[in-house]
């Protein structure tokens, strides 16, 4: 009987081994996406019982779509030809290097590309990358670089009355060494979380190769989560939560700017960091754009740089309307006052010129104008997109610290 027993087990094992092995057989016998000599790729998915196969992605020509909270930029859709059950599409043209994304479209149906392990999520939506090398593309890369290390730590907030999660970013040798560093605060959109930037951002690998290239200053790149109203990444919690633009379902007990002396307090209590506000910087996108101005203005003479990528920094110049956008924007040109007296050293403003958010922007720095504050502005093609947001990471980051 015993013999009998293990007999079926191995039996049992060998089967497993075979269905692991024709996965592997199966899954190399297709290659998606395929980057070609010339830069143009090549997209294909078995699916022999399809009626029609089509590939939507950022590396096809955008197509505005219209939304309550203005124009938003949507890929296109590009249908694959069949032949023998295997279904085919190649880009007319070479792509510029860049980080892409992009998912198949099966019948009507939503689905990633099986052939193809490397995926991203993006809010609530999960989809496939590639990499065309060359300039940026290389710096989105793993290379072979000193690399740094990428933690997800816990920390108590008691403003917000929880433990809440977070991303901290240390540089190549933090670990073996004893000298203290920089510290760059780095927040995410409505869309994110504490997870955004570290994946769809590509921060360690851009940060990585910056330092090695020595065109950055190592530094600790602190990533929290945002979102007041959830702790944690859907998933990462134990409170129940389904990603949506803004945040899960509790009632948040105080603001992002309230609580962010919690953030500053943990990192400065648990790294070696420089303190002082020549060894701090603050940056976010869209609406933590709106935080990091906000949070800069509020914490006079803790930020010699500060970030806004894609975001008006006076926020009521997009949010409210009205005698509400007056009253706010003239109480925060009077925090800005105090934060051009206290001092700083770099004030770095980027939008795409088709960004929904772009008018907003030119007002902002309008008033800013006003008042004599200074800052540079950056302005760059396209709109809302984590292309912009990248690019802006790469040129912020080299600036800082110096």
Not at 259 to 274: A, P
């Amino acid at each position: 009987m015993k013999k009998r027993i293990i007999s079926t087990a191995v039996l049992f094992m060998a089967v497993l081994v075979s269905f692991a092995q024709q996965a592997l057989w199966d899954r190399q016998a297709i290659v998606s996406p395929e980057i070609n000599a010339d830069n143009t790729v090549t997209f294909r998915l078995r699916a022999p019982k399809a009626v029609k196969v089509e590939v939507t992605g950022d590396f096809l020509p955008a197509q505005p779509t219209q939304t309550p909270h203005g124009t938003f930029e949507r890929p296109g859709v590009a249908s694959l030809s069949e032949k023998e059950g295997v279904w085919e599409y190649t880009t007319p043209a070479p792509l510029p290097s860049q980080l892409y994304s992009y998912t198949f479209i099966v019948d009507g149906q939503r689905m990633n590309d099986p052939a193809n392990v490397a995926m991203i999520r993006d809010v609530a939506s999960v989809t496939n990358v590639f990499i065309v090398k060359g300039d940026p593309g290389d710096l989105y890369s793993v290379n072979d670089v000193p690399h740094g290390t990428v933690a997800r730590r816990w920390y108590d907030s008691p403003t917000l009355k929880e433990k809440r999660r977070i991303t901290i970013y240390t540089p190549p040798g933090y670990e073996a060494d004893k000298q203290s560093y920089p510290v760059f605060y780095l927040l995410h959109g409505s869309g994110g979380d504490e997870e955004a930037w570290i994946s769809l951002g590509r921060t360690a690998q851009i940060m990585d190769n910056l330092i090695a290239q020595g065109k950055a200053v190592p530094m600790i790149i602190v990533m929290p989560n945002g979102h007041t109203q959830n702790n944690a990444a859907p998933g990462e919690s134990d409170r129940k939560y389904i990603p949506a633009m803004g945040g899960g379902p509790r009632q948040a007990v105080a603001s992002m700017e309230d609580s962010f002396g919690d953030i500053m307090k943990f990192v400065e209590n648990n790294y070696r960091v420089k303190k002082g506000k020549a060894y701090r910087a603050i940056a976010g996108l869209s609406m933590g754009g709106m935080h990091a101005a906000a949070i800069s203005a509020g914490y006079p003479g803790t930020f010699d740089y500060v970030g806004i990528f894609s975001a008006p920094p006076i926020a009521s110049m997009r949010t409210l309307s009205g005698d509400d956008a007056v009253k706010y924007a003239e109480a925060f040109l009077k925090k800005l006052e105090t934060q051009k007296k206290n001092g700083y050293k770099l004030y770095w403003i980027a939008c795409g010129n088709t960004d929904f958010l772009y008018q907003g922007v030119l007002t902002s720095v309008k008033k800013m104008d006003e008042i004599g504050f200074t800052y540079t502005y950056r302005e760059s093609g396209e709109g809302h997109i984590w292309k912009n947001w990248r690019i802006y990471l790469s040129e912020f980051a080299p600036m800082i610290f110096r």
